[in-house]
């Protein structure tokens, strides 16, 4: 009907708008997903190898790996 193609289209309109007055926030969010995804995808890989010893980790900061 007219009436909700024009309901429809405001939404639309009211969505578009307020993405674009919230980009900033919307990459913010984005942003901290991914980190998120990311963070735990390398959780899950340390899990599958052997611990690392705090020698090796500090050989590894001093160039000596």
């Known amino acids: 009907t ?3 193609e024009a309901f429809k289209q405001v939404l639309k309109e009211a969505i578009t708008e307020t993405l674009r007055e919230q980009r900033d926030l919307l990459y913010e969010v984005f942003t901290d997903v991914l980190e998120d995804l990311a963070l735990a995808e390398a959780i899950r890989e340390g899990q ?4 690392a010893t705090r020698e090796g980790v500090l050989d590894i900061l001093k160039g000596r790996a």
Not at 48 to 51: A, D, G, K, V, W
């Open 2 to 4: 007219i009436q909700s």
């Open 48 to 51: 599958q190898t052997e611990p």
